[in-house]
């Protein structure tokens, strides 16, 4: 703001200390001692900037610039610890969306973390193999538990199948494209041209890749005839996209997998799927039909799947291509793997996850083991902190309602569960989710028809303290 001064403020910007005076104080000795000079200097700027604009617009009279003088110290070294402050930090998610992209996807395991601090504070194997002493390979660390997985039985690790990892599904696809496709035409059903959230486009990527995209069928009918006949010499892959987020009902025809595989098998086209959330954990055992896994798809004769690390499977942000080994040496031996690949940290994460896995402790991941929590449980968390808030200008009560898995996986679906719904005399619930936004942590929730709705299946349970506290902090003391 452009400084003016007038015979009115011109007094009070007398009584404003130069830079150098407000150095030589003794508060500031032990600032600058603490937080070096650059850092105290530059934040007494900029408080000191502050009054001045606040002398400027009036909002500042002689008594209220003698408070803010008389408060330097402490106002410089808030600053300071403000300006240290991580820009990334945790928050609560009562939003009850468990794959929630804006707020960081799957959260890990302490497995995972655990892995990761172990690996990452100290040198690795991550290309080194130990035995012979010579120059390994970094995919061996998740590779093998890859085919421990995505075999029927568990245990046979023959070469059926193998997975690469590259920084995520976007990237997993443009890999698979441009190896696979490029120059050439991909055939795609208009019923999948789909855009995902954060401008993945299929077409964009298909043209990024150098590929051709090859439409066929209509945006509710695409039948495997459709495929049949746009087949020529210049086809190179039949893909099928995962929908993701939306769904198309009613007149709808999809060409059977099981059928497009044969047809892919017999015209020799190597025959993909875009599958997105890509779980590894049957999810009709909790109830959501209709969201094959990954190792469903690879049986149903698809011979390269794609699919992100931090949706269903519960990992680190990564994409996985898991499929025919010849397919994948040739994704691997192109220079595009080189600029996409992962790096040590995402290695461990995602080793660590696949363990637990293969010990079929789902509940190790936080995203599945929310997935599997009962409304009952979910239900007696609420009912406890509804008891412990409810107050005078608090209205709390706890209602049915519905979680999502976000992350694109099963859109319709949705898992019953218990919501808090609080109401607080004095504030809107516009205004009482902003002020739970910022408690620290920040914990954010939802609004619907006027009332806060708190669920609490994606609350760590040692969060709910937090909540009681905030609420009780916004409602009840002021
Ligand atoms: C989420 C999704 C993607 C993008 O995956 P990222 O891991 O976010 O890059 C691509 N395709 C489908 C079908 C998806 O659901």
Known sequence: MAVVKTSANSELFRKLPSMDEVLRE?????????????????????????????????????????????????????????????????????????????????????????????????????????????????????????????????????????????????????????TLADGGEVIVSRGELVEIGGSFRIPDVMTKSGALLREVGTTNRTRVSDYANAISERTRLLLRVHRSNFEISGFTEEAPMAELAALARERKIPFMEDLGSGALFDLRSIGINGEGTVGDSLRAGVNVVTYSGDKLLGGPQAGMLSGAPELIARMRSNSLFRALRVD??????????????????????????????????????????????????????????ESLLGGGAAPSSVLPTRLLSVTCEDETADELSSKLRASEPPIIARVEDGCVLLDLRTVFPEQDNAIAAALARICISG
């Open 26 to 178: 003794a508060a500031f000795a032990s600032l600058t001692a603490n937080y070096g000079h650059e850092l105290t200097a530059g934040a007494a700027r900029k408080v000191l900037g502050r009054v001045r604009d606040e002398i400027a617009s009036g909002l500042l009279d002689a008594s209220g610039v003698d408070v803010a003088l008389s408060d330097l110290g402490e106002s410089v070294e808030r600053e300071i610890r403000k300006s240290l402050q991580y820009s990334l930090r945790r928050v609560i998610n009562a939003t009850g969306v468990i794959l929630h992209t804006n707020l960081g996807r799957a959260p890990l395991s302490e497995a995972a973390i655990e892995h990761i601090r172990e690996t990452g504070a100290s040198y690795s194997n991550l290309e080194f193999d130990v035995a012979e002493g010579e120059r390994g390979k970094r995919d061996v660390h998740v590779d093998g538990l890859f085919r421990r997985l995505l075999n029927d039985d568990g245990w046979d690790d023959s070469r059926e199948f193998s997975t690469i990892v590259v920084n995520n599904n976007a990237a997993a696809v443009l890999l698979a494209l441009n």
């Open 344 to 401: 040590k940290l995402t290695y461990a994460a995602l080793e660590a996850t696949l363990l637990a896995y293969v010990r079929r402790d789902h509940d190790a991941m936080p995203a599945l083991r929310m997935m599997r929590l009962s409304k009952e449980e979910i239900g007696a968390r609420a009912d406890a902190l509804q008891k412990r808030t409810a107050g005078q200008k608090i209205r709390c009560e706890t209602i049915d309602g």
